[in-house]
């Protein structure tokens, strides 16, 4: 029987062994158990099986797959395997259209792993198509998780950053810079109310953090971004630490702390190797810190 405690408390400690093959087993191990499960729970004769059971027993297994899913698709995001997150969203897209079940928090939350697979693979019109899908079905469901509705604001918001680069007008631009941190500032109000919640503070305020750099204001963003080293120093070890590293390093190399600057390009580096392997991020992290250590030698 699946348990979603025991299952993060397993996932945590898979994830701790760095070994993204282990992770990856984990996951799919967990997605045929629950296909298993809902075999044997599903009678064989369809005179067997109300209506309302076989949408109750879709329901709860739909619930748990997404949690799993989920996780994998945040796996596969993080080692830029983009092809295998769309192929889970197709199949789950087809799945939940068979079940009348395209207006429920279920394919709300698909639609936000999908668009944050669209996010990272650049492609913004698809990614805020889903987003905005997604919220539009979010704001008409009752009981909604509102961690839920914080990831979305956290994932809608880099997306538009990735469409604010593309704008013809400063002013353009700008509108998008404010409408994500409207966005990220909703998502943190959310996850303190919710409490408890320090590494999911922590990555809103690396939102945070870049937008008010964007918008002039240093101040509060390198605020922030203390704000989130600090969380994750007090959260222990997780894969995202390093884009807070990353964050608080350009806000040194902006007032030419080069030496120091480095220093947290390199840690930030390291952590993300340690978890995701030499992917874009790690490779950004790199370039930025040879970058900081030039110019601290020039």
Request: glycine share 4%; proline share 2%; hydrophobic share 40%.
């Amino acid at each position: 029987m699946f348990n979603r405690d025991v299952f993060y408390r397993q996932l945590d400690d898979v994830y701790e062994r760095r070994d993204i093959d282990a992770i990856e087993k984990f996951l799919l191990d967990t997605l045929r158990a629950l296909a298993e499960e809902r075999a044997y729970n599903t009678p064989s004769c369809d005179l067997c099986i109300t209506p309302a059971d076989r949408i109750s027993l879709n329901s709860g297994y739909l619930k748990n797959l997404l949690t799993v899913q989920n996780e994998l698709l945040s796996l596969y995001r993080g080692v830029n395997r983009f092809d295998e997150c769309l192929r889970i969203s197709s199949v789950m897209k087809e799945e939940m259209t068979e079940l009348d079940l395209l207006k429920t928090d279920q394919y709300a939350i698909l639609l936000l792993n999908e668009g944050t697979a669209y996010r990272m693979m650049g492609r913004t019109g698809d990614a805020l198509k889903d987003f905005d899908e997604c919220d539009g079905i979010l704001q008409n469901v009752r009981g909604v998780d509102p961690f839920t509705v914080a990831s979305l604001y956290n994932n809608r918001a880099p997306v538009l950053l990735q469409q604010a680069r593309t704008r013809d007008t400063k002013e353009a631009a700008r509108s998008d810079y404010e409408k994500a941190l409207e966005d990220l500032r909703k998502a943190l109000e959310i996850v303190r109310r919710i409490g408890n919640l320090r590494r999911e503070e922590a990555v809103t305020l690396c939102g945070i953090a870049e937008i008010c750099s964007l918008l002039g204001d240093d101040a509060a963003g390198e605020s922030a971004a203390d704000q989130a080293v600090a969380l994750y120093k007090t959260a222990g070890t997780d894969p995202h630490e390093g884009a807070a590293l990353n964050v608080k390093a350009r806000f040194l190399y902006k007032r030419k702390d080069f030496l120091k600057a480095a220093e947290l390009f390199t840690e930030a580096a390291r952590i993300t190797k340690s978890y995701y392997g030499e992917n874009e991020d790690y490779r950004i992290c790199m370039a930025n810190a040879r970058k900081a250590e030039e110019a601290a030698n020039a």
